[in-house]
């Protein structure tokens, strides 16, 4: 585990205790091993995600009665790491890996990254995905 990993994984604990929202951290990690592959000087799905979080504790603490993980099904479609594929190519095809649903170790072969100016998943499946996920 390098030193940003742990740093990401503290930082997500305390957050997601304050929140009460433990059983966040599974999907969140997931998430975040798969975009470690990210250009670093871009984008940090785990700043990204740690800032957001931080944002709904303010809020919450503000007006408790917000449903949270829909906030939070909302911010995380919007977050700037969705709009980058992810892909190899074999024989000549590109086969693109859904952050979603793929595997961690796929994400951890060679694969290429380029930014697009679309989220894929579309924003959709990625707030379904949260509402599901993060509970």
């Given at each position: 585990?390098?030193?940003?990993?742990s740093t990401f994984e503290t930082s997500l604990s305390i957050i997601l205790e304050q929140l009460e929202?433990?059983?966040?951290?599974?999907?969140?990690k997931g998430l975040e091993q798969k975009f470690r592959q990210l250009p670093?000087?871009?984008t940090s799905f785990g700043t990204?995600?740690?800032?957001?979080?931080?944002?709904?504790?303010?809020?919450?603490?503000l007006?408790?009665?917000?449903?949270?993980?829909?906030?939070?099904?909302?911010?995380l479609a919007g977050l700037t790491c969705w709009t980058y594929r992810?892909?190899?190519?074999?024989?000549?095809?590109?086969?693109?890996?859904?952050?979603?649903?793929?595997p961690i170790p796929d994400?951890?072969?060679k694969i290429t990254v380029q930014q697009s100016?679309?989220?894929?998943?579309?924003?959709?499946?990625i707030k379904r995905w949260a509402r599901e996920n993060l509970r």
């Open positions: 585990m390098t030193e940003s990993t929202k433990k059983e966040w951290a599974s999907p969140l670093e000087d871009e990204e995600i740690i800032n957001t979080l931080h944002t709904l504790h303010q809020a919450i603490e007006d408790a009665s917000l449903p949270l993980s829909q906030l939070m099904a909302i911010r992810f892909f190899h190519v074999e024989s000549g095809r590109h086969h693109y890996l859904d952050p979603l649903n793929t994400f951890q072969k100016t679309s989220s894929y998943p579309s924003t959709d499946i």
